[in-house]
């Protein structure tokens, strides 16, 4: 099993995933109390499919961007099972982790995830492919900001506040596609998926050297 995690902003999610199908997984906000509800979630799933933490075989991580402390806390965690079960790692950006479910579509993919001070950390990702491909860096900026600079009809998903949906569909009329709130939570199933891809190409992180993403 594989073991993925994502604390990166005050939306958590943790799923234990076997490479065909998510065998359990929890969705939550966490409202910064990740330290105190991390663990015992991940409890409370090999609990539900009557595992243990001996039957994991690879853990994944969101590594941002995202919120500083909530990222630190899953990628610090990992880190500790991972050197005490000696398994792989495998991080996963936060907004490759939001963009992998909704790749499949014509059009660009803008996810965001909130930053704080009405500031979105922000990237474009190319339409279709097993895996996320970004078309632009990693960005920091106000939705007006990330707007102007995009010229292509592009679909948006992410943490949008309501005062910047309205700015979107004010701005861009019919044209503009938002993806639903509740349809862009991040999951750790996805996440999941995503890592054990990249786990079985022989694609992993040294858990030494894996550090947090942090824009500014």
């Known amino acids: ?129 097993d895996t996320p491909k970004r078309t632009s860096q990693w960005g920091l900026a106000t939705l007006p900001e990330i707007a102007a600079a995009i010229s292509t009809p592009t679909r948006f998903a992410g943490e949008l506040r309501p005062d910047d949906v309205l700015f979107l569909h004010q701005s861009w009329g019919e044209s503009v596609v938002i993806i639903p709130q509740a349809l862009c939570v991040r999951r750790a199933g996805a996440l999941a998926a995503l890592a054990w891809q990249r786990w079985q190409g022989g694609d992993i992180d040294d858990p030494a050297t894996l550090s947090p993403i942090y824009l500014s």
């Open 1 to 129: 099993m594989l073991l993925a995690l994502d604390t990166a902003t005050d939306y958590a999610s943790v799923a234990l995933y076997d490479g065909r199908q998510v065998l359990a997984e929890f969705n939550w906000r966490s409202q910064r109390r990740h330290t105190v509800e991390l663990a015992v979630q991940v409890d409370a799933l090999f609990a539900l499919v009557e595992g243990r933490a001996s039957d994991l075989r690879a853990l994944a991580v969101v590594v941002g961007p995202g919120s500083y402390t909530g990222t630190r806390i899953a990628v610090s965690y990992a880190k500790g099972i991972v050197a005490a079960l000696a398994l792989p790692l495998v991080g996963i950006p936060t907004l490759d982790a939001l963009a992998y479910p909704h790749l499949q579509a014509d059009t660009p993919l803008c996810a965001l995830v909130e930053a704080g001070r009405k500031r979105y950390c922000w990237a474009v990702y190319a339409p279709g492919g």
